[in-house]
């Protein structure tokens, strides 16, 4: 059974900093791809970062570009998104998400991921 858990959501002022986990259990015998999503109040889930499993391909959402980096330990079975310089517009759910794929395959669209984690919540204080 696939499990993906995340945390390191809470409050932060503008400007501030968080750092999200995404640790993930029950994918095994392959390699797989991961990502992060976000859905703000009354809005669609939204893509926001996804990396290889090589960890050698990332890709952002133009709004997170420059603020937010993605990054994953194989060994930890975990993908962490750093977040930097946050605003208000931040605030949503964040979602990890995973699916099988080759090493150097990177996913953005949601319909592609098979698994996701339950969500951790971001609120960004003005």
């Known amino acids: 059974q696939v499990q993906l858990i995340e945390s390191g959501g809470g409050l932060v002022q503008a400007g501030g900093s968080l750092r999200l986990s995404c640790a993930a259990s029950g994918l095994t015998g392959s390699t797989y791809a991961m990502g992060w999503f976000r859905q703000a109040p009354g809005k669609e889930r939204d893509f926001v970062a996804a990396?290889?499993?090589?960890?050698?391909?990332?890709y952002y959402a133009d709004s997170v570009k420059g603020r937010f980096t993605i990054s994953r330990d194989n060994a930890k079975n975990t993908v962490y998104l750093q977040m930097n310089s946050l605003t208000p517009e931040d605030t949503a759910v964040y979602y990890c998400a995973a699916d099988y794929r080759t090493s150097t395959t990177i996913l953005v669209a949601e319909y592609e991921y098979a698994y996701w984690g339950q969500g951790t919540q971001v609120t960004v204080s003005s």
């Open positions: 990396i290889s499993w090589s960890g050698g391909y990332t």
